[in-house]
């Protein structure tokens, strides 16, 4: 199992390209593996025969550089795999048991593609009663080393019954609940545990690390964009150009970035990097997480292209059909959730990128213009900043340029 991407311990392999007893040629596609963010081609590296597939199409949960088939190489045929080298036994169990072989002896070398685990089906799990407590909460007696370990394990001691003298509860008393698992929500409600996907477990870890570790703060500007919806329905109709009011915050982002490229930046214990390129990661939402595929050198193309770009990379994304090179890295992020009729909301900076913008719904709003009260179409953004690298002084400069682009949006347009 190839490591696809920098973030991949495991994937899944979702379509075999070539049968047992298929020659192999260097280049050919062998097989189709999911990965945390999307389902890429894994191309032979070695030319020969596929002697042997040791793990089957739709498992899940193969560990990185675990085998996944035996390539044999000239001069060598099907009984050498029983000789093969002790990297294959690790395989054995995930191949058919009528498949497995003797004990290794020392044979020719063959050419190992890597395999695993399949995933843990869903596990519905019944409740446990709990006993119920009296009308007045009882004093808990507990030794220290049972009220720490309690704490760690998050298991409420109220519900225990101690075992020690005069009903203390011990270390042995709270070490028996952590075996017993975890406790039923109150009122025993039944639960079914849904094993985590591979892009669940990774936005998890990712996003976790963010909050922890970077310092976020958030600036938001309220944006009227009734110039920009008759430019977007000006070109509709004399060009046919179906643009989205995302495909214009794209272009503004680049366009301020490029105006103020301190914010175009990453940290690092060393020094803070300034990047070269603007590339605009856009998350796009799937079935189960997200993804961000990225609209490179934005600041450089104009908005129909980046409608076509942003339309190629959403439908390949969503069925998993992106390349490696079209969703990692990114200098900065936008997520937009006006779709949804969100007014407003904050986004997790996406690591090493310093900045996230979040865009809301674009909606019909009083505003005070000329100290008269008037009606505007207007849009909240909310811009998260690493104030490792930027300051509240300069996340708001960025932030104003990005507001007159998309009120005066004429230059986004040349």
Known sequence: MPALSPTMTEGSLAKWHKKEGDTVKAGDILAEIETDKATMEFEAVDEGTLGRILVPE??????????????????????DIAKAPAALPKAAAAAPAAQSAPKPAAAPALAVAPASRPAPAPVSRPTVPLPRRGAFARRVFVSPLARRLAERSNIDLSRLAGSGPHGRIVKADVEAAMTRGPAAPAGNIPFTEVPHTNVRRVIAKRMTESKRNVPHYYLTVDCEIDSLMKARADLADAKGLKLSVNDFVIRAAALALKQYPKANASYSDDAILHWGQVDIAVAVALEDGLITPIIKNADQKKVDVISAEMKDLGLRARAGKLKLTEFQGGTFSISNLGMFGIREFTAVINPPQSCILAVGVGEKRAVVKHDQLAIATVMSCTLACDHRVLDGAEGSQWLQIFKKLIEEPAALLV
Request: aromatic residues 0%; proline residues 5%; charged residues 15%.
């Open 58 to 79: 739709g498992t899940k949960g193969v560990q990185v550089n675990q085998p996944i088939a035996v390539i044999l190489g000239e001069g060598e045929s099907a009984g």
